[in-house]
Structure formats: structure tokens, C-alpha cells
């Protein structure tokens, strides 16, 4: 064989490979993850994270605080577990207001003029960090399930891969 016959068997190879993956994987584009062929995450200027509907438009559906939050966010809406998304959102959108509130209620225990108002803002505070480890944990918890879900896909996809493969041979 040539060197030009295989390296066109090997772009063909390739090509077949990743329209296959192109339903399973994210990759980067620029600043952009483009993930299913489908959703876009965008980084703004403020530190947010950006989930867009389609790769072309920019109509959004949620900001996130993390990237790994708005990637599982794309993981359960692309398997149809919209339910587990939109919670997924909310908990972390609850944990953005709940670290605006720490902060507030940190300068106030800090800048309070007497000891009472102090002790008031503390408890606050303690009970915010409470709030936070709870919400954490719920999100984990979604977070978690994404990642799984993302595992079954890529299996699946080798496993066909490995049959489709082998019934080729035969």
C-alpha cells in the first residue's frame, strides 16, 4: 500500500469516528465548549458560565457559577431528564445567593457597632455556611448522576463501535 491510500483510510477512519462521538463528546471551539453538537457554554465577562440552546444562536437557557455545573446542566437536558436539570439550575442559583449573603453577613459581624448586632450576624453567618454544605451536597448529588450518564453514552457507543467491528470481519 502507498502512504497517500493510508493516510486517506486513516482520514476516512477518523472522520466515521468522530461523527460517531459527535453526539457523546464535548470539545473546545475558541473560548467555547461545544458539547452533543448541540449546546454551547460560553464564559462571561463577570465569571459566569453561559448555556446556549444551539451552536449558532445565541439564545441562552441558564448561567451557572461553574463550568462543571453548566456541563451537567447539559448532560441531564440532553438525556431528557429536564425535571433533574431545572433543579440542577435552581440549587445553583440558590447557591449564588447564598454566597452573596455570607459575604454581607461577614462584613456585618465585622463592621457591626455592638456586640449583639456581632453575635446576630454570625449566627447568620454560620447558618449560611450550613445552608452552602447543603446545597453542595444536593448538587453533588445531580452532578454525580451526569457523570454517569456521560459514562453509559461513551460505553454504549464503544460497545457498538466493538460489534459493528466485529461483524465486519466476519
Do not use: C
Request: charged share 35%; aromatic share 10%.
Amino acid at each position: 500500500m502507498d502512504n497517500n491510500y493510508k493516510e486517506k483510510l486513516k482520514s476516512l477512519l477518523k472522520d466515521e469516528l468522530i461523527k460517531g462521538l459527535r453526539n457523546i463528546y464535548i470539545r473546545h471551539q475558541n473560548k467555547d465548549l461545544l458539547l452533543f453538537d448541540k449546546y454551547r457554554i460560553r464564559k462571561t465577562p463577570e465569571g459566569y458560565f453561559r448555556v446556549h440552546w444551539s451552536l449558532e444562536d445565541d439564545q441562552d437557557i441558564n448561567l451557572f457559577n461553574t463550568v462543571k455545573t453548566a456541563v451537567s446542566f447539559v448532560v441531564l437536558h440532553n438525556q431528557g431528564l429536564r425535571d433533574q436539570a431545572k433543579k440542577l439550575a435552581m440549587l445553583d442559583a440558590k447557591l449564588d445567593t447564598v454566597n452573596l449573603e455570607i459575604k454581607i453577613h461577614d462584613r456585618m459581624s465585622k463592621n457591626g457597632k455592638d456586640t449583639d448586632t456581632k453575635w446576630i450576624h454570625l449566627t447568620k453567618l454560620q447558618t449560611d455556611y450550613l445552608r452552602k454544605k447543603q446545597l453542595i451536597e444536593d448538587m453533588n448529588y445531580y452532578i454525580n448522576k451526569s457523570k454517569s450518564y456521560q459514562r453509559d453514552m461513551y460505553e454504549s457507543f464503544l460497545k457498538a463501535k466493538r460489534k459493528d467491528a466485529k461483524n465486519t470481519t466476519r
